[in-house]
């Protein structure tokens, strides 16, 4: 059974950073690509950031240069770290992966106020 849990957001001021963690469990984590996207009120899901079984990272031009994803393999956690945050990066923000279907977190809240 796969699944994956985010934790991590929370009420920020502009300017600010925050740390989201995925947990997964039930995939083969070395081999998995991950994916982090996001959703704001009214908006369509979009894809935030993407981190191979390798390591190689591609991120949505609205981040680039203020987040970072990363994985720590033992620990089978995907990390986005987001700096210099922006209101408009206000959404739920839920972890992804591909197997036989998607698979996908709960997500969690992140709040920008200005």
């Known amino acids: 059974q796969v699944q994956l849990v985010e934790s991590g957001g929370g009420l920020v001021q502009a300017g600010g950073s925050l740390r989201l963690s995925c947990a997964a469990s039930?995939?083969?984590?070395?081999?998995?690509?991950m994916d982090w996207y996001r959703q704001a009120p009214g908006k369509q899901r979009e894809l935030v950031a993407v981190i191979t079984g390798g390591g190689s990272a591609n991120y949505a031009d609205f981040v680039k240069g203020r987040f970072t994803i990363s994985r720590d393999y033992g620990k089978k956690t995907v990390y986005l770290q987001m700096n210099s945050l922006k209101p408009e990066d206000t959404a739920v923000y839920y972890c992804h992966t591909r197997g036989v279907t998607n698979y996908w977190g709960q997500g969690t809240q992140v709040t920008v106020s200005s």
């Open positions: 039930g995939i083969i984590f070395s081999l998995n690509v």
